[in-house]
């Protein structure tokens, strides 16, 4: 039974994506403070000129540069797989593909974005890139990019994380990356919190201002975001284009497609070239993936609000939660996040995206019956959509539908091992829809007034 | 610049290749307590007949079953890849070839044996396999398989490591194993110890003899074995055939072959297909990379020896350092072994294998530049056989020779990052030959004259 299906790498898509160009709505602007679209030139002091007019760009197909090809090779084209066991597994007619992006050095989809932006700052002349990470996920991409194309890279982790979770740390490090504990002493965000409380623990928050302190201050130094943006969601196009084309070498095309959905860019990533098709007319549908502890697209509302917690950022048009909803620390470190990507909010507010909240053991639950049937032990962000497949599977199995199921198996668990272990240990809990915290943050949303026309 | 070198699934390998057929001498035979040799017989207590048929035999080819292949599909044909960015790093005109085994979900080359291991048992109605493990490698390997076979999984893990490795055996429960700390109470050989010393911290020979205990004393128990064995080695062939069809496909063949060699699988898996062609007269290198802190092959003597440390085992002809040389705690765990494989240790003491010794430093300092260049963050055992090739591609380097280098890459590092941290905090030592710990331990070597003739 054909288990892989692999693309040569010369087949590998020569251009991304840019799910902008069929979008039957064009995508609401970012606002700025006073309330007016932000220009390019706002966002200069940050990014180079071509991730910029890729933020904007509404051309259909947007070419990757050789040298980018040249280093997503070291591990793409991704294989495509048939999940037969877990079929099997589940006694269910449908047949069940997952593209695995869990093979590329940092063990996530993240590089596909990482590499791109990285080979963008030096063209324009770059020598040092600033983000922050969480878990370490984005910082280790961001990390191996940079080394590859001769960047300096500064991580500011978050300093909890940086205590409790070395690893991620360690493989930061092993690929030349600065990794400094946020709140640090070398910016000033960092010295003025510390100051504050020399204990502090640190935040996501913090960690932002500091990164993007570094690079507003220094002309030879930018910065690199992981999610949300456009730019962000149109590098990791090349997977679901690469899956399309996997999937057609078998004769298949699936119904439902379903991706883990935190910022977006794992969604957008896999789900938005078969919109290409559903935007032609094709019957399909694109269903993103998120945690009952933060359902931005569930129960979140569509308005403008910051990107951030703090409150830095430019106004982005989103499902959100609230800029200061503080989700349950759950183990899907990946999706607690109050927003989501313009792109994906819009398309999901206009019916052509379609989203689905599960809950924490659930996710497991799923995790576990896959690993012990496929082998790969997944992330806790990537069992979100793999629970959602088993939901979706288990219907088939009842209803006797052959349908053909797509889901994006984002990365790999390995550095979240604690995670399950607290699961087996009957540790984990799930939380319910947190009511009265969303309205709460709710109230926070700041006051925009936004004409279209 | 073409990177991975594919093999379609149907190309896969479909029989193993058993270099006792092409020896020029008929390997040592195991000996008894009594210096009589082992038959079938004595192994029938803990092995199926199929692998001791496989132990034992001298056919050339041996078939792999299709319910095998259908699982080593799962992630095999693994790549190969051409390793240019490590080529330009290092200025020479070699070519660096290296298959990938870390694409396996335990991340290693192992479970290609324990897949074959699980089928064989199973096919003999055995219903539950043991094992003992150090830091959870090959316990991973033998839960995941014993998973996809349907059968109970016992590992019995250091108890050291038990506690300060916790994610291998998270991920040893993830795939559905019974991981025991060892010493445990479950078995008398466990009890006894505790009964000694209750604080225990156990050792590889302590849960060796609870998981040989357990196999010998059920009749639907028995025990694997992760290296050292003639089938062990056998299974792990399929790595070196893939890696000949791939050079063929990109027309090249090597020069020398490099691999990691601890108890021997990995080293024979790449290496033993490449020695049928030497067999035959060609010229090629095949070179076994062993750590100067447990210099088995390059300061050992080639003499029966037991294969544990306890001396529970029959006596294997091999080069040994004394099987209570006890080596220092070097982060590559699975080559701190005083012996080594008889197959391999009979074409070493032959002259038909090489074999290096290299220091603990200069083989992170290898893996590093490799992470840097290639990605993937190598295994410390790994890195062993980065730190040979490196020096190879110098010498090339100062001679312009293009010699063609090809190296088996049998493990990620994602849960050795911890090793990787102490190298670079600058904690990591060299150890020199202890000579006189060697002369020590030989000393203890069992006296047994066997005559071939």
Redesign the interface.
């Given at each position: 039974?054909?288990?892989?299906i692999?693309l040569?790498?010369e087949d590998m898509p020569t251009h991304w994506y840019n799910v902008m160009a069929d979008m039957p709505n064009p995508p609401a602007p970012p606002l700025g403070p006073d309330g007016k679209p932000v220009g390019p030139e706002a966002l200069a002091a940050i990014f180079p000129p071509a991730l910029i007019e890729q933020e904007m760009s509404a051309e259909r197909w947007i070419p990757i540069p050789e040298d980018i090809r040249?280093v997503l090779?070291?591990?793409r084209p991704s294989p495509l797989y048939r999940a037969h066991?877990l079929e099997q597994a589940l006694n269910t007619p449908a047949k069940i593909f997952y593209k695995n992006e869990a093979?590329?050095?940092?063990?996530s989809h993240k590089p596909n974005t990482a590499v791109a932006q990285a080979y963008y700052n030096r063209e324009a002349g770059i020598k040092r890139l600033t983000t922050e990470t969480g878990a370490g996920q984005w910082g280790c991409s961001l990390a191996?990019a940079g080394?590859?194309f001769g960047l300096e890279v500064r991580v500011f982790m978050v300093k909890v994380s940086y205590h409790q979770k070395?690893?991620?740390r360690?493989?930061m490090?092993?690929?030349?990356a600065n990794v400094f504990a946020s709140p640090s002493e070398i910016t000033n965000s960092g010295r003025t919190i510390l100051a504050r409380d020399p204990e502090s623990d640190g935040s996501l928050g913090i960690a932002i201002s500091e990164a993007v302190e570094e690079a507003a201050g220094r002309e030879d130094t930018n910065y690199a975001l992981g999610s949300v943006l456009n730019h962000v969601l149109l590098h990791q196009t090349i997977i679901g284009e690469e899956a399309k084309k996997q999937l057609e070498m078998v004769g298949e095309y699936p119904d439902m497609v379903f991706a883990p959905c935190g910022g977006g860019s794992n969604f957008g990533g896999i789900a938005f070239p078969f919109f290409a098709d559903k935007a032609a007319g094709k019957e399909i549908a694109l269903v993103a993936v998120e945690p009952t502890s933060c359902p931005t697209l569930t129960k979140g509302v569509y308005a403008y609000d910051f990107g951030d917690a703090i409150g830095l950022t430019p106004l982005l048009k989103m499902y959100t939660l609230g800029h200061d909803f503080m989700p349950p620390g759950i183990h899907a470190g990946g999706l607690r996040y109050h927003g989501d990507s313009a792109l994906v909010s819009q398309l999901h507010y206009e019916g052509l995206v379609d989203a689905l909240a599960v809950p924490q053991i659930e996710t497991f639950e799923a995790g576990?019956l896959f690993?012990?049937?496929?082998?790969?032990?997944p992330a806790p962000e990537s069992t979100h959509a793999i629970a959602a497949v088993v939901r979706e599977a288990k219907r088939c199995a009842e209803t006797g539908e052959p349908k053909t199921l797509l889901f994006n198996l984002s990365g790999h668990g390995?550095?979240d091992?604690?995670s399950?272990?607290r699961f087996?240990a009957g540790e984990l809990r799930d939380y319910d829809y947190p009511d009265e915290a969303i309205q709460e943050s709710l109230k926070h949303l700041p006051k925009v007034k936004f004409d279209m026309g």
């Open positions: 039974m054909k288990t892989k692999l040569k790498e040249d090779r070291l591990w066991r093979v590329s050095p940092a063990g191996l080394q590859l070395p690893y991620r360690s493989m490090q092993t690929w030349g576990v690993a012990r049937n496929e082998g790969i032990v390995h550095f091992m604690a399950y272990d087996f």
